[in-house]
């Protein structure tokens, strides 16, 4: 059973969860970060600000959960650039260190299984962050995806297509696929910190940790982790 922590608001979710990231990397300076994309972590990342000032980051590594197959590395809403920009700049991480999957179409079959080596060799990853979908994805792990898989390449619904076109110019700019970490890939961190805000949130919440543990509800997995941590507002907590 996961445990759930319903917290005020954003900036109080993005606080506890900064505040538990420091002193892994104060005790740790070779934590290996799982990080997240979306609206939802932001404030986690906004937090690490002021909590890493004075704190040796040089050696944290990190590895995202998911990038679009075939955008420009360059492109501002690649989910390399996202990360470099709210998170590898902004916190000072060595570049060098923190990995997205590999979107670059050549080669892609054999992406996925060079990224879950690369995490492997750092050790596995510490701390994993996690949103959630409105349909229950985590990372881009759609509905039917199978708790056992690596990181591969997933066709994106049209749904999160839809959610995510904010993003873009217009939908028709939303990639179609993406390569994201697997179900089994994400179960393999120490511990699942997946944060939730907003009444949008609350059936996927109430799914992830109550319903039954389903791939029809991808974020049902965390169900299946001994160290799952949901931090929640109100409103996201609302179904539960
Ligand atoms: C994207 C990301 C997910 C994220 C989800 C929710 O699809 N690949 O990792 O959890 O969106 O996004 P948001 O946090 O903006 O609601």
């Not at 492109?75 to 650039?81: L, M, V």
């Not at 590999?102 to 690369?118: L, M, Q, R, S």
């Not at 089994?184 to 949008?200: D, N, P, Q, S, Y």
Request: charged residues 25%.
């Amino acid at each position: 059973m996961a445990e759930i922590v319903i917290v005020r608001d954003k900036a109080a979710a993005g606080a506890l969860v900064a505040e538990h990231i420091a002193s892994l990397i104060r005790d740790n300076p070779e934590t290996v970060l799982g990080l997240a994309t979306g609206s939802t972590p932001l404030p986690v990342y906004e937090a690490l600000r002021t909590r890493l000032e004075g704190v040796d980051v040089s050696r944290v590594r990190g590895f995202a959960l998911d990038e679009y197959v075939g955008i420009d590395p360059a492109h501002p809403e690649s989910y390399r650039s996202v990360i470099t920009r709210e998170v590898v700049e902004p916190l000072g991480l060595n570049p060098a260190l923190i990995r997205t999957p590999d979107g670059t179409p050549e080669g892609i079959e054999h992406h996925g299984e060079e990224y879950d080596e690369a995490i492997r060799e750092a050790g596995g990853i510490d701390l994993q962050i996690l949103g959630i979908g409105t349909d229950g994805h985590i990372g881009f792990n759609e509905p039917g995806s199978s708790f056992a898989s690596i990181t591969r390449v997933k066709t994106l619904t049209e749904q999160t297509r839809k959610d995510n076109a904010r993003f873009f110019d217009s939908i028709d700019d939303v990639p179609m696929h993406c390569i994201t970490q697997g179900l089994g890939t994400i179960l393999r961190a120490r511990h699942l910190v997946l944060l939730a805000f907003g009444e949008g949130k609350a059936a996927a919440v109430a799914g992830a940790v109550e319903g039954p543990v389903t791939a029809s509800l991808p974020g049902s997995a965390i169900q299946l982790h001994e160290r799952a941590t949901v931090v929640v507002d109100e409103a996201a907590a609302s179904q539960l």
